[in-house]
C-alpha cells in the first residue's frame, strides 16, 4: 500500500505492505470532507449569537485569536463573524503569541486578513495589535493559588466583552487548545507563561485532562487549572464568548458560538469522539505533525511525538516526518530547549526538575521519551549534526527506514499518524 504522509508543503509517500500496517489514524477519520461556510454559518443561527450581539452595542470588545504558528482557516470565520461587530464603540483585535515571536510574516498575513475583513464589514472603529511577551506594557491581575504572578496585556484591560477564535484540539500538557489558552500565555507576559508552564512537568498536565471536561474524573490538570484561575483573574466579570472550531488541515468541521465554557465543554465531547484512539502500542511507529505550519521547525512539530508517544512500546522505534524549514526553534528558545537537549539524557531530567526555565519542559519530555525507545529516525530539513547532537537519528530516504524495519522482523506491525497535531492515543490496558 502507498501512504502519503504531509511533510512541509507537500508530501511523503511510504510503501507499506498491507499485512504489516496495524493501523493508520487521521483526524475526523472516515468522515468525509465538511464545507467551512456551512458550518460556520450553522454554528452562528443559535440564541447565543443574539445575546452577544445585545451586549455588544456601544461597548468596546477585545476580540483573541492565534497566531501564525496556529492552523485556523481565518478568512471564512472573518467573512461569517465580523458583521455581527459593528455596533461596538471599539473593536480591539489581539493576535495571541503567548511566548513566540510577534514579527513574522504569518502574524503579518493575519493583521493584513483582519483589516480587508473588518473594512468588508463596516466596522467603523478597529484596532490590531500583535502581542509581544518582552516589549509591550502588563497590568498586575493578582497571583493564582499555584503562586503564578498574571501579568496580562494593558490592552486588553479596557473591553467590556471578550470574543476569543480558538480550534479545539489535544494539547499534549495542557489537555486542549481552548479559548483559555489565548488568555494564558497568549496574552500574558513570558514570566507569566514561565510560572504557569512549569506545572508541565507534572504527568496529570497532559491531554484529555481539562477542568472544563464534562467527565469531572478528567478536570484534574495543573496547567489547565492554573491557567483558568488566571484568566479569570483577568477577566474578572466581564463575559467571554468564544467562537470554537475543530478543523482538519483548512477545512472546519465543527464550530459552536457562545459563552466560553459552554462550547468549550461540547468542543472537548467531540474531540474525544473523533480525534483521540486507544491503540495497541507497537514497536514501529511513524509519526507527521501535518506539514506546515505544524512542522516548522522542531519546537512546534514535537507536539506530534507526545500526542502519539502511547502507540510505541518500550524498546520501540519512531520514524518522525517533520520538514522544519525553519530549524529548531525561534533564537528565545534556544538555550532551555536545543542546548539543553545536547546534553547527556539523564542530565536533562535532573537539572528541569531542580530548576524550571520556560522552553525545559520539551527537552525534559523528549528526553524521558529517548529513555525508553531504541531510537528515534528523523526525516527532516534539518542538518544532520544538528539532529544527531539532540539523540535523534537522520533519516535521508525514510522509504529505508520501513525497509530495514520489516528486513528485521517481516511480520513487524506498524502503525501511521498522519497530522498528528490533532490526534492523542491511549494505550489499550
Known amino acids: 500500500m502507498n501512504i502519503d504522509l504531509h511533510y512541509g508543503k507537500g508530501f511523503v509517500t511510504l510503501r507499506i505492505p498491507d499485512e504489516n500496517i496495524s493501523e493508520i489514524i487521521q483526524p475526523w477519520q472516515n468522515k468525509g470532507k465538511a464545507d467551512s461556510e456551512t458550518v460556520l454559518s450553522q454554528a452562528l443561527v443559535c440564541p447565543e449569537k443574539n445575546d452577544f450581539q445585545k451586549k455588544l452595542a456601544g461597548k468596546r470588545l477585545c476580540v483573541l485569536l492565534s497566531d501564525g504558528t496556529r492552523e485556523m482557516p481565518f478568512t471564512d470565520i472573518f467573512g461569517q463573524l465580523f458583521p455581527a461587530l459593528q455596533k461596538c464603540s471599539l473593536v480591539r483585535f489581539l493576535i495571541c503569541t503567548g511566548t513566540h515571536n510577534a514579527k513574522t510574516p504569518e502574524n503579518n498575513n493575519i493583521k493584513e486578513q483582519i483589516e480587508k475583513a473588518a473594512i468588508e464589514a463596516a466596522i467603523c472603529n478597529f484596532e490590531i495589535h500583535i502581542h509581544d511577551c518582552q516589549q509591550d506594557r502588563f497590568i498586575h491581575a493578582g497571583r493564582t493559588t499555584r503562586g503564578t504572578e498574571v501579568m496580562f496585556n494593558a490592552k486588553a484591560d479596557d473591553a467590556r466583552i471578550f470574543l476569543v477564535l480558538s480550534d479545539v484540539k489535544c494539547h499534549y500538557f495542557a489537555g486542549y487548545s481552548n479559548p483559555i489558552k489565548n488568555f494564558v500565555p497568549g496574552i500574558c507576559s ?52 468564544a467562537m470554537v472550531t475543530i478543523g482538519t488541515l483548512d477545512r472546519i468541521q465543527w464550530a459552536r458560538f457562545g459563552p466560553a465554557e459552554q462550547v468549550c465543554t461540547a468542543a472537548f465531547v467531540v474531540t474525544d469522539q473523533r480525534n483521540t484512539h486507544t491503540v495497541s502500542p507497537v514497536e514501529r511507529l511513524i509519526v507527521s505533525p501535518g506539514g506546515l505550519p505544524n ?15 502511547n502507540g510505541v512500546k518500550n524498546g520501540g522505534e519512531i520514524l518522525f516526518l517533520a520538514a522544519c524549514p525553519k ?14 537537549l545536547t546534553a547527556p539524557i539523564d542530565h536533562i ?32 530539513e534539518i542538518p544532520d549534526e544538528l539532529i544527531e547532537t539532540m539523540h535523534l537519528h537522520p533519516a535521508h530516504q525514510p522509504q529505508a527506514v520501513v525497509d530495514n524495519w520489516l528486513a528485521e522482523d517481516p511480520a513487524a506491525k506498524i502503525t501511521i499518524v498522519d497530522s498528528a497535531n490533532k490526534i492523542a492515543l491511549y494505550p489499550k490496558t
Do not use: C
Open 295 to 309: 512542522d516548522v521547525d522542531l519546537y512546534i512539530a514535537q507536539r506530534a511525538l507526545e500526542l502519539t508517544k
Open 349 to 380: 531530567l535532573k537539572s528541569v526538575e531542580s530548576e524550571y526555565k520556560l522552553f525545559s519542559h520539551k527537552p525534559y519530555k523528549l528526553a524521558r521519551l529517548l529513555q525508553r525507545l531504541r531510537q528515534i529516525w528523523m526525516y527532516s
Open 190 to 241: 513570558f514570566e507569566t507563561a514561565e510560572q504557569n508552564h512549569s506545572l508541565a512537568l507534572d504527568d496529570n498536565s497532559t491531554f484529555g485532562l481539562h477542568p472544563w471536561h464534562r467527565d469531572q474524573n478528567r478536570r484534574a490538570n495543573p496547567v489547565a487549572a492554573d491557567q483558568l484561575e488566571a484568566m479569570r483573574l483577568i477577566i474578572k466579570q466581564r463575559p467571554v464568548y
Open 327 to 340: 530549524g529548531i526553534g525561534e533564537e528565545q528558545t534556544m538555550e532551555n530547549f536545543y542546548n539543553l
